[in-house]
């Protein structure tokens, strides 16, 4: 079992950042792929950033080049850096943990969740 646990969320507006840290187990980073997904109301949760167990990174089209995904070591926490931030944006954004290794954003190669922190992008 890995625990999960988010921090970092609110509101801001359009243009501003903002960054969600994530508490991971030491060894969740060489077990697990680790990701950021988000769900807005009415919609299905989507992948936004993953975190391969060789550091590698892959991003959805809808945030590269804004987001930007990362292991802080010295806090032990999975990061997720959000600039330039749009009124899409807004949703609840969940910390994963997979089983599989490669960086993925597909939702059923992660079996573990955080309980989620809320982002809220007004324009």
């Known amino acids: 079992h890995v625990q999960l646990v988010e921090s970092g969320g609110g509101s801001v507006q359009a243009g501003g950042s903002l960054r969600l840290s994530c508490a991971v187990p030491p060894y969740g980073y060489t077990r697990y792929c680790l990701g950021w997904f988000r769900q807005s109301p009415g919609k299905e949760r989507e992948g936004v950033a993953s975190l391969s167990v060789d550091g590698i990174t892959t991003y959805a089209d809808s945030v590269k080049g804004r987001f930007t995904i990362s292991q802080d070591n010295a806090k032990n926490a999975l990061t997720l850096q959000m600039d330039s931030l749009k009124p899409e944006d807004t949703a609840m954004y969940y910390c994963?943990?997979?089983?599989?290794?490669?960086?993925?954003?597909?939702?059923?190669?992660?079996?573990?969740w955080g309980q989620g922190t809320q982002v809220t992008v007004s324009s």
């Open positions: 994963a943990a997979g089983g599989s290794p490669a960086a993925t954003l597909r939702l059923s190669k992660f079996g573990y």
